[in-house]
Protein backbone atom coordinates (compact mmCIF):
# COMPACT_ATOMS: atom_id res chain seq x y z
CA UNK A 1 0.00 0.00 0.00
CA UNK A 2 3.23 2.22 -0.22
CA UNK A 3 2.13 5.26 -2.77
CA UNK A 4 5.11 5.54 -5.24
CA UNK A 5 7.76 8.58 -5.42
CA UNK A 6 5.91 11.73 -7.35
CA UNK A 7 2.40 10.22 -7.01
CA UNK A 8 0.55 12.61 -4.77
CA UNK A 9 0.44 16.23 -5.71
CA UNK A 10 2.49 18.68 -3.95
CA UNK A 11 -0.14 19.76 -1.70
CA UNK A 12 -1.46 16.82 -0.87
CA UNK A 13 2.45 15.58 0.07
CA UNK A 14 2.83 18.17 2.27
CA UNK A 15 -0.54 18.21 4.36
CA UNK A 16 0.06 14.24 4.32
CA UNK A 17 3.56 14.83 6.12
CA UNK A 18 2.19 17.74 8.41
CA UNK A 19 -0.66 15.51 9.26
CA UNK A 20 2.08 12.17 10.15
CA UNK A 21 4.95 14.97 11.59
CA UNK A 22 3.45 15.05 15.70
CA UNK A 23 2.91 11.32 15.88
CA UNK A 24 6.44 10.96 14.49
CA UNK A 25 7.92 13.28 16.89
CA UNK A 26 5.78 11.73 19.94
CA UNK A 27 6.67 8.83 18.89
CA UNK A 28 10.11 9.41 19.07
CA UNK A 29 10.15 10.53 23.12
CA UNK A 30 8.52 7.60 23.38
CA UNK A 31 10.98 5.31 21.98
CA UNK A 32 13.38 7.53 23.93
CA UNK A 33 11.67 7.18 27.35
CA UNK A 34 11.62 3.71 26.31
CA UNK A 35 14.79 2.51 26.14
CA UNK A 36 16.18 5.13 29.13
CA UNK A 37 13.46 3.13 31.91
CA UNK A 38 13.27 -0.23 30.62
CA UNK A 39 16.82 -0.87 28.58
CA UNK A 40 16.17 -4.69 28.82
CA UNK A 41 13.25 -4.55 26.18
CA UNK A 42 15.57 -2.48 23.69
CA UNK A 43 16.57 -6.25 21.35
CA UNK A 44 12.81 -6.73 21.24
CA UNK A 45 12.12 -3.15 20.43
CA UNK A 46 14.44 -3.60 17.52
CA UNK A 47 12.84 -6.95 16.24
CA UNK A 48 9.46 -5.31 16.10
CA UNK A 49 11.15 -2.87 13.63
CA UNK A 50 12.75 -5.33 11.92
CA UNK A 51 9.56 -7.72 11.62
CA UNK A 52 8.02 -4.29 10.24
CA UNK A 53 10.60 -3.83 7.53
CA UNK A 54 10.85 -7.56 6.32
CA UNK A 55 7.03 -8.35 6.09
CA UNK A 56 6.49 -4.75 4.78
CA UNK A 57 8.79 -5.26 2.67
CA UNK A 58 7.01 -7.86 0.38
CA UNK A 59 5.39 -5.99 -2.73
CA UNK A 60 2.75 -7.53 -4.76
CA UNK A 61 1.50 -5.20 -7.67
CA UNK A 62 -1.63 -3.74 -7.31
CA UNK A 63 -2.13 -1.13 -9.34
CA UNK A 64 -0.36 1.81 -10.92
CA UNK A 65 0.96 3.90 -8.47
CA UNK A 66 0.55 1.54 -5.35
CA UNK A 67 1.14 -1.94 -3.92
CA UNK A 68 -0.37 -4.14 -1.85
CA UNK A 69 1.42 -5.67 1.02
CA UNK A 70 1.36 -6.98 4.60
CA UNK A 71 2.57 -4.02 7.21
CA UNK A 72 3.82 -5.95 10.32
CA UNK A 73 2.76 -2.66 12.65
CA UNK A 74 0.04 -4.55 14.79
CA UNK A 75 2.83 -6.83 16.47
CA UNK A 76 4.75 -3.52 17.73
CA UNK A 77 1.79 -1.84 18.90
CA UNK A 78 0.37 -4.67 20.66
CA UNK A 79 4.45 -4.94 22.10
CA UNK A 80 5.15 -1.06 22.77
CA UNK A 81 1.83 0.66 22.12
CA UNK A 82 0.95 2.68 18.69
CA UNK A 83 2.84 5.78 19.57
CA UNK A 84 6.57 4.00 19.59
CA UNK A 85 5.22 2.68 16.18
CA UNK A 86 5.34 6.01 14.41
CA UNK A 87 8.54 6.40 14.80
CA UNK A 88 9.89 2.71 13.93
CA UNK A 89 7.13 2.49 10.94
CA UNK A 90 8.04 5.80 9.70
CA UNK A 91 12.04 4.59 9.55
CA UNK A 92 10.96 1.69 7.98
CA UNK A 93 9.51 3.59 5.19
CA UNK A 94 12.18 5.67 4.76
CA UNK A 95 14.87 3.27 4.50
CA UNK A 96 12.38 1.08 1.93
CA UNK A 97 12.73 4.24 -0.20
CA UNK A 98 15.60 4.65 0.00
CA UNK A 99 17.34 1.13 -0.43
CA UNK A 100 14.10 -0.36 -2.21
CA UNK A 101 12.66 2.25 -4.13
CA UNK A 102 9.48 0.73 -2.59
CA UNK A 103 7.43 4.17 -1.79
CA UNK A 104 9.08 7.57 -2.13
CA UNK A 105 10.74 11.04 0.29
CA UNK A 106 7.31 12.94 -1.47
CA UNK A 107 5.18 10.03 -0.67
CA UNK A 108 6.83 9.53 2.95
CA UNK A 109 4.33 11.42 5.12
CA UNK A 110 1.29 10.04 3.52
CA UNK A 111 2.63 6.44 3.82
CA UNK A 112 3.49 6.91 7.51
CA UNK A 113 0.40 8.48 8.43
CA UNK A 114 -1.55 5.08 6.82
CA UNK A 115 0.67 2.50 7.66
CA UNK A 116 2.90 4.41 10.40
CA UNK A 117 -0.22 5.89 12.29
CA UNK A 118 -3.57 4.54 11.35
CA UNK A 119 -2.29 1.35 11.03
CA UNK A 120 -0.76 0.95 14.80
CA UNK A 121 -3.77 2.72 16.55
CA UNK A 122 -6.53 0.57 14.96
CA UNK A 123 -4.97 -2.47 15.09
CA UNK A 124 -4.20 -1.67 18.93
CA UNK A 125 -8.00 -0.46 19.27
CA UNK A 126 -9.15 -4.03 18.29
CA UNK A 127 -6.63 -6.05 20.09
CA UNK A 128 -8.03 -3.82 23.45
CA UNK A 129 -11.37 -4.51 22.39
CA UNK A 130 -11.10 -8.42 22.24
CA UNK A 131 -9.11 -8.53 25.13
CA UNK A 132 -12.27 -6.17 27.23
CA UNK A 133 -14.62 -9.01 25.82
CA UNK A 134 -12.20 -11.66 27.44
CA UNK A 135 -10.27 -12.88 24.61
CA UNK A 136 -6.83 -14.59 25.33
CA UNK A 137 -3.68 -12.70 23.90
CA UNK A 138 -3.15 -14.55 20.68
CA UNK A 139 -6.82 -13.85 19.34
CA UNK A 140 -6.06 -9.78 19.76
CA UNK A 141 -2.97 -10.11 18.32
CA UNK A 142 -4.45 -12.25 14.89
CA UNK A 143 -7.37 -8.80 15.86
CA UNK A 144 -4.33 -6.41 16.09
CA UNK A 145 -2.82 -7.79 13.02
CA UNK A 146 -5.32 -7.73 10.55
CA UNK A 147 -7.51 -4.58 11.28
CA UNK A 148 -3.96 -2.53 11.31
CA UNK A 149 -3.30 -4.23 7.65
CA UNK A 150 -7.14 -3.17 6.59
CA UNK A 151 -6.83 -0.09 8.21
CA UNK A 152 -3.38 0.93 6.68
CA UNK A 153 -4.95 -0.23 3.26
CA UNK A 154 -8.45 1.72 3.58
CA UNK A 155 -6.66 4.88 4.41
CA UNK A 156 -4.21 4.68 1.43
CA UNK A 157 -7.56 3.99 -0.52
CA UNK A 158 -8.46 7.54 0.66
CA UNK A 159 -5.51 9.18 0.25
CA UNK A 160 -5.64 8.35 -3.35
CA UNK A 161 -9.30 8.87 -4.15
CA UNK A 162 -8.58 12.79 -2.84
CA UNK A 163 -5.63 12.95 -5.16
CA UNK A 164 -7.04 11.29 -8.01
CA UNK A 165 -10.89 11.51 -7.93
CA UNK A 166 -12.81 10.17 -10.74
CA UNK A 167 -13.94 12.37 -13.18
CA UNK A 168 -17.82 11.14 -13.08
CA UNK A 169 -18.05 9.95 -9.80
CA UNK A 170 -15.79 12.29 -7.77
CA UNK A 171 -14.02 11.32 -4.66
CA UNK A 172 -16.43 8.46 -3.28
CA UNK A 173 -16.71 6.99 -7.01
CA UNK A 174 -12.82 6.86 -6.71
CA UNK A 175 -11.96 5.50 -3.19
CA UNK A 176 -14.89 2.24 -4.00
CA UNK A 177 -12.52 1.67 -6.61
CA UNK A 178 -9.71 2.08 -4.71
CA UNK A 179 -10.98 -0.21 -2.23
CA UNK A 180 -11.89 -3.09 -5.03
CA UNK A 181 -8.95 -3.55 -6.62
CA UNK A 182 -7.09 -2.95 -3.10
CA UNK A 183 -9.11 -5.54 -1.47
CA UNK A 184 -8.64 -8.62 -4.12
CA UNK A 185 -5.14 -8.70 -2.20
CA UNK A 186 -5.38 -7.00 0.55
CA UNK A 187 -8.10 -9.29 2.37
CA UNK A 188 -6.31 -12.49 2.12
CA UNK A 189 -3.18 -10.39 3.13
CA UNK A 190 -4.54 -9.38 6.25
CA UNK A 191 -5.94 -13.06 7.05
CA UNK A 192 -2.64 -14.27 6.75
CA UNK A 193 -0.51 -11.79 8.89
CA UNK A 194 -3.46 -12.27 11.57
CA UNK A 195 -2.43 -15.73 11.81
CA UNK A 196 1.99 -15.02 11.05
CA UNK A 197 1.07 -12.88 14.21
CA UNK A 198 -0.42 -15.94 15.84
CA UNK A 199 3.04 -18.14 15.37
CA UNK A 200 5.42 -14.88 16.53
CA UNK A 201 3.48 -15.07 19.52
CA UNK A 202 3.19 -18.08 20.36
CA UNK A 203 6.40 -18.46 19.85
CA UNK A 204 7.55 -15.07 22.05
CA UNK A 205 5.53 -16.84 24.80
CA UNK A 206 7.83 -19.85 25.08
CA UNK A 207 11.19 -17.64 24.24
CA UNK A 208 10.62 -14.36 25.43
CA UNK A 209 7.66 -14.88 28.50
CA UNK A 210 9.70 -12.67 30.51
CA UNK A 211 9.77 -9.72 28.37
CA UNK A 212 6.05 -10.34 27.69
CA UNK A 213 5.29 -10.77 31.22
CA UNK A 214 7.14 -7.08 31.87
CA UNK A 215 5.16 -5.65 29.05
CA UNK A 216 1.66 -6.20 30.49
CA UNK A 217 1.08 -9.30 27.95
CA UNK A 218 0.90 -12.18 29.86
CA UNK A 219 0.48 -12.25 33.75
CA UNK A 220 3.65 -13.54 35.79
CA UNK A 221 3.69 -17.16 35.97
CA UNK A 222 3.07 -18.24 39.80
CA UNK A 223 6.21 -19.40 42.28
CA UNK A 224 6.54 -22.62 42.53
CA UNK A 225 5.35 -24.13 46.09
CA UNK A 226 7.88 -25.46 48.68
Known sequence: MHIAEGFLPATHAVGWTLAAAPFVVHGARQVVTEVRERPENTLLLGAAGAFTFVLSAVKLPSFTGSSSHPTGTGAGAVLFRPPVMALLGTIVLLFQ??????GGLTTLGANAFAMAVVGPWAGYGAYRLVRRLGGGLLPGVFAAMAVADLATYVTTAGQLALALPDAETGVAGAL???????ALTQVPL???EGLLGVLLFRTLTVNARPE???LGLLAAAPEPTR
Open 190 to 192: AVG
Open 176 to 182: VKFLSVF
Open 97 to 102: ALLLAH
Open 212 to 214: LER
